[in-house]
């Protein structure tokens, strides 16, 4: 597609459920970053993939967050026991050769 | 790890008038973007200025990673300029990841 889209735009979600977010990057692009973003916040790192493996992970908060990139395109966030604090904008960029292109964004909300 | 300020925090304008937003980061950088964020949340690249100085029409930007800073020129401001304008830097060569600033907010009234 054209730009880098992500879904779901908005998921609703109990707290200890698990949740998968979707981000299909722009074609071409080998690197995709994962970001959260909190109210009032700028956006913080959470994951790197080049290609199809992690090269850095070390924004993860905890071993409840997952990612993954099977084939080196799509990639899907995946939460486990969702908790309250976990509700954010999750943010999907990716890039060619050094400059990042966002998505719109999955909003997250744990009741 | 790579620290970035922006200032200033809040900012409201008039139609038509300039602006300057600036951006200090802590530690020479490979990468610096500047994005707007609108009030729908998307996230749209302005520049990518690791150095130098580039325009864009009523945008500008110019980075001097000598002595740590950048900073992005709105002329003529239009309503659909506010939002939130946050500065990214990504500082130790090879980690790859965007430092984000906490952003600017812009208000531009008619």
């Known amino acids: 597609g054209a730009g880098v889209s992500q879904t779901p735009s908005n998921k609703v979600t109990e707290k200890g459920k698990y949740v998968e977010l979707r981000c299909d990057p722009i074609s071409g692009h080998t690197a995709l970053y994962w970001y959260r973003q909190s109210l009032g916040q700028g956006p913080e790192f959470l994951i790197y993939?080049?290609?199809?493996?992690?090269?850095?992970d070390s924004g993860l908060p905890n071993d409840r967050f997952f990612a993954v990139r099977p084939e080196g395109s799509v990639s899907t966030l995946k939460i486990q026991r969702t908790e309250r604090g976990d509700s954010a904008v999750y943010l999907c960029a990716s890039s060619l050769a050094g400059e990042l292109f966002f998505g719109e964004g999955s909003r997250l909300t744990v009741l | 790890g790579i620290q970035v300020e922006q200032s200033p925090p809040d900012l409201i304008l008039q139609e038509g008038a300039n602006s300057t937003l600036r951006c200090n980061f802590s530690d020479s950088v490979n990468n610096l973007q500047w994005f707007h964020q609108n009030p729908w949340g998307q996230l749209i690249n302005l520049f990518y200025i690791p150095s130098g100085t580039k325009q864009n029409g009523r945008l500008s930007a110019t980075t001097v990673a000598t002595e740590r800073y950048s900073l992005l020129y709105i002329s003529s401001s239009q309503t659909t300029d506010s939002g939130v304008y946050f500065c990214?830097?990504?500082?130790?060569?090879?980690?790859?990841?965007?430092?984000f600033g906490k952003g600017t907010k812009l208000s531009v009234i008619p």
């Open positions: 990214a830097v990504e500082g130790r060569a090879g980690s790859y990841q965007l430092t």
């Open positions: 993939f080049q290609g199809t493996g992690a090269a850095d």
